[in-house]
């Protein structure tokens, strides 16, 4: 019997080769219609015999493109109309979009078989791509994606390319990058004044100038690299005292998963990440043995590894390099550099030379950063690759915009059913990176066609987001706490709607009393949490210099646990800055710059320059990152903690003071640093099960949610997950939005979008 039926499918449809996918399977079965992309997906009408379309439909769900990612298919049954052939239709547009975008995509096989091909009328072109393959999100002006709403707009095909694009068969059909050496776009060297270097071939120039140590800046998908031969330490020495970067690591790329084997421990799961079509930067712990400088992961047990991604790093790393030093373009705390002029400007005295070319990038866009953790990947940066892909919600409701926060600053939208994060913007504390925030807002409300009549942001009255959210005016506006968003978020982007124990450790976080939170223990759902437990206020002397300088800290901490004594300790921190003891000491009893905290982050500061890792940090989280990284040998062994239980109210205080005087003693007797860092992150570890244990007596609760920065740290995180999975509790961790601040603005956006819908 025939029938017809219009078909809506919604999900990532555009840009991935479905329409030629579609046009090849309707023929394949006998079927006449047409396809056409929409601001919501793609739209088909089919028309032929019953059983041929409900194959036809098993085919799409099961069989659809490497890249597609099918959300919903919307099936209704309409008349006849008689048609005999099978079309691909123009784009149309609708008054109501949701679109689902690509990320950016690796080259795949096809491609880089005809990259390398001397034979090939694309070999080396620095710019081959396919529907399978190449730029989406960062050359996307606006939707349906079409070659007119790209930075490709420019760029008129030569005849040969045409005939690919318009022919449903090639794999090219509708790549709207699609080029040739004829017709796309241009690839130029020039040097630090900005002028052309006379050479028949860039690449290959690029490659010779490497080998002789030349920092270039390289053009990528995203934004600028800055490359260097990470075998040569004078090279990247010389680059980490231009781009003002004293030791906070730098991403290498290599040419394939045997070199990534060469320098470091990989898995089956963390090789199959390395080669997936994201090509995130993965951290691998390395080998002890290997031929990359010292100074590119200095203090540091892994290197940050990435594949490469577009056609001009494939054949930057073709048999040239053991690896490259491929590092964001920016002053250290800058936005990435994307533009060919601004490239020139903001590099000026940093890149010897520039490899460009004049494909412009609308949206600059950061590698993303991967790593596994407690068994499951986990996102440390959400960024290229990974954006705009949509976050499904349990339930529809207002478009809401969330801000995010100050450091790590993603924002949020959502729309129906979902909740798409931008790519990771970065710390909010220049009016560069506050540029990119509101470019940003306003790409994405153009995409995404919304209207947000909600603005999510953080309570912390200064920071730049949450004063742009304040300024807006005829929105409804939702403060959120800060540790809050994080625990939600996990929820969130697990599925969960239910209550829960929401263990939230960072850094820093506006609270409801106006201290800064950051070892938070909630009783939590949606709409509302209840703040259980923390850890005991102690000053910050100095304020948010204690934030980067860990000793001030130890000092606060040794302070709090003998009193006047402490200038009778022989500890190496308090020598160190003997000449500051009691102007701190001076301020934490005047209570004078000395605001109180109960942050986990501030408390690991702490110990790292207690047992002399880190006095003063270079970059954020340093201090903590190599606490972690003095483990070296591990034990079950703890340190002695007390949880009080307030008697005016129902929520515990957790106090360390013991723990310090224990870890003094162990100082004392020359314990060595990997047996105190162990025994203390065992001690954090003990701490979260134990009041958990103690929560789900009292509530019944069985879920915990583990959120914020702290849970970075890989030993840390592993135990706890461990510890509280053998102690019967249900345990959700971050594996799609970053666990750090990263991801905050996924959790301000639920929240507010269910205070909305009340």
């Given at each position: 019997m025939l029938k017809r039926f219009n078909l809506q499918i919604e999900g990532i449809v555009q840009g991935v080769g479905f329409r030629p996918f579609v046009f090849s399977t309707a023929r394949a079965q006998g079927l006449a219609g047409w396809v056409l992309n929409n601001s919501r997906?793609?739209?088909?009408?089919?028309?032929?015999?019953?059983?041929?379309?409900?194959?036809?439909?098993?085919?799409?769900?099961?069989?659809?493109?490497?890249?597609?990612?099918?959300?919903?298919?919307?099936?209704?049954?309409?008349?006849?109309?008689?048609?005999?052939?099978?079309?691909?239709?123009?784009?149309?547009?609708?008054?109501?979009?949701?679109?689902?975008?690509?990320?950016?995509?690796?080259?795949?096989?096809?491609?880089?078989?005809?990259?390398?091909?001397?034979?090939?009328?694309?070999?080396?072109?620095?710019?081959?791509?396919?529907?399978?393959?190449?730029?989406?999100?960062?050359?996307?002006?606006?939707?349906?994606?079409?070659?007119?709403?790209?930075?490709?707009?420019?760029?008129?095909?030569?005849?040969?390319?045409?005939?690919?694009?318009?022919?449903?068969?090639?794999?090219?059909?509708?790549?709207?990058?699609?080029?040739?050496?004829?017709?796309?776009?241009?690839?130029?060297?020039?040097?630090?004044?900005?002028?052309?270097?006379?050479?028949?071939?860039?690449?290959?120039?690029?490659?010779?100038?490497?080998?002789?140590?030349?920092?270039?800046?390289?053009?990528?998908?995203?934004?600028?690299?800055?490359?260097?031969?990470?075998?040569?330490?004078?090279?990247?020495?010389?680059?980490?005292?231009?781009?003002?970067?004293?030791?906070?690591?730098?991403?290498?790329?290599?040419?394939?998963v045997e070199t990534a084997r060469q320098l470091c421990f990989t898995s089956p799961a963390e090789e199959e990440i390395l080669s997936s079509h994201t090509k995130p930067i993965l951290l691998l712990k390395k080998r002890p043995r290997h031929a990359i400088a010292e100074s590119v992961a200095p203090g540091n047990q892994f290197f940050g590894i990435m594949l490469p991604c577009t056609p001009i790093q494939h054949v930057l790393m073709q048999d040239n390099f053991l690896a490259l030093v491929m590092t964001s373009a920016n002053i250290s705390e800058e936005p990435i550099t994307k533009d060919n002029d601004e490239a020139l400007e903001r590099l000026r005295g940093i890149a010897d030379y520039f490899l460009v070319h004049n494909r412009d990038i609308h949206v600059r866009t950061d590698d993303s950063i991967m790593r596994t953790m407690a068994g499951n990947i986990s996102i440390q940066r959400r960024s290229r690759g990974l954006v705009p892909l949509a976050v499904p919600l349990l339930e529809e409701g207002i478009e809401v915009l969330a801000c995010g926060g100050e450091l790590k600053n993603t924002i949020c939208f959502t729309k129906d059913k979902n909740a798409f994060l931008s790519q990771y913007i970065g710390d909010m504390e220049n009016a560069e990176t506050f540029r990119i925030f509101l470019e940003s807002i306003k790409h994405l409300e153009n995409i995404l066609q919304v209207s947000p009549q909600v603005l999510a942001y953080d309570l912390h009255p200064n920071y730049l987001a949450t004063r742009y959210a304040l300024e807006q005016q005829g929105m409804r506006l939702v403060g959120v706490q800060h540790h809050f968003a994080h625990v939600v978020s996990c929820l969130a982007e697990h599925a969960v709607d239910e209550p829960a124990i929401g263990v939230a450790f960072d850094g820093t976080g506006y609270g409801d009393d106006g201290m800064i939170w950051g070892s938070e223990f909630f009783t939590f759902d949606y709409a509302q949490y209840v703040r259980r437990a923390h850890f005991a206020y102690i000053p910050m002397p100095g304020g948010n210099a204690a934030a980067r300088e860990p000793y001030r800290m130890a000092v606060s901490y040794v302070y709090q646990a003998f009193k006047d004594k402490l200038f009778d300790l022989d500890l190496p921190v308090l020598k160190r800055h003997a000449e500051h003891l009691a102007t701190f000491i001076t301020m934490i009893d005047r209570k004078v710059n000395a605001p109180l905290t109960s942050?986990?982050?501030?408390?690991?500061?702490?110990?790292?320059?207690?047992?002399?890792?880190?006095?003063?940090?270079?970059?954020?989280?340093?201090?903590?990152?190599?606490?972690?990284?003095?483990?070296?040998?591990?034990?079950?062994?703890?340190?002695?903690?007390?949880?009080?239980?307030?008697?005016?109210?129902?929520?515990?205080?957790?106090?360390?003071?013991?723990?310090?005087?224990?870890?003094?003693?162990?100082?004392?007797?020359?314990?060595?640093?990997?047996?105190?860092?162990?025994?203390?992150?065992?001690?954090?570890?003990?701490?979260?099960?134990?009041?958990?244990?103690?929560?789900?007596?009292?509530?019944?609760?069985?879920?915990?949610?583990?959120?914020?920065?702290?849970?970075?740290?890989?030993?840390?995180?592993?135990?706890?997950?461990d510890h509280l999975k053998k102690n019967g509790f249900s345990v959700l961790t971050h594996e799609h939005v970053p666990t750090n601040d990263g991801g905050i603005s996924l959790g301000q956006a639920v929240i507010a979008r269910r205070a909305c819908n009340k």
């Open positions: 997906g793609v739209e088909i009408e089919i028309e032929g015999l019953e059983e041929s379309i409900n194959n036809f439909i098993s085919i799409l769900k099961e069989k659809s493109p490497p890249l597609s990612r099918i959300h919903s298919v919307q099936a209704q049954e309409i008349p006849l109309k008689g048609d005999h052939s099978f079309f691909i239709y123009e784009s149309k547009e609708l008054a109501d979009r949701l679109p689902f975008i690509s990320p950016d995509t690796d080259v795949c096989d096809d491609c880089l078989r005809e990259l390398f091909d001397p034979s090939d009328r694309r070999y080396l072109y620095p710019f081959i791509n396919c529907t399978n393959c190449g730029p989406r999100f960062t050359i996307i002006r606006d939707i349906p994606y079409d070659r007119d709403k790209t930075t490709m707009h420019i760029f008129t095909m030569c005849p040969v390319c045409e005939r690919e694009y318009h022919d449903p068969l090639n794999r090219r059909f509708h790549a709207q990058p699609i080029g040739c050496w004829q017709c796309g776009p241009r690839v130029m060297l020039l040097d630090a004044s900005g002028a052309e270097v006379e050479t028949a071939d860039p690449v290959q120039k690029t490659i010779e100038l490497l080998l002789q140590g030349r920092i270039v800046a390289i053009k990528g998908l995203g934004g600028f690299h800055l490359a260097v031969d990470a075998a040569a330490q004078d090279a990247v020495v010389r680059l980490r005292e231009r781009k003002h970067r004293e030791e906070k690591p730098f991403a290498l790329m290599v040419r394939n942050s986990c982050g501030r408390l690991f500061d702490a110990v790292s320059a207690l047992i002399d890792l880190r006095d003063i940090m270079t970059f954020e989280g340093q201090a903590p990152m190599e606490l972690e990284m003095a483990i070296d040998e591990q034990h079950d062994a703890l340190y002695h903690y007390e949880i009080i239980n307030n008697a005016e109210s129902t929520d515990y205080t957790i106090s360390f003071e013991q723990v310090i005087r224990e870890i003094v003693e162990d100082i004392k007797r020359k314990e060595p640093a990997s047996s105190i860092s162990c025994r203390f992150h065992n001690t954090v570890a003990a701490v979260i099960v134990d009041m958990c244990k103690q929560l789900r007596s009292e509530t019944k609760l069985n879920l915990v949610a583990l959120s914020g920065g702290v849970f970075q740290n890989l030993y840390l995180l592993t135990r706890t997950v």
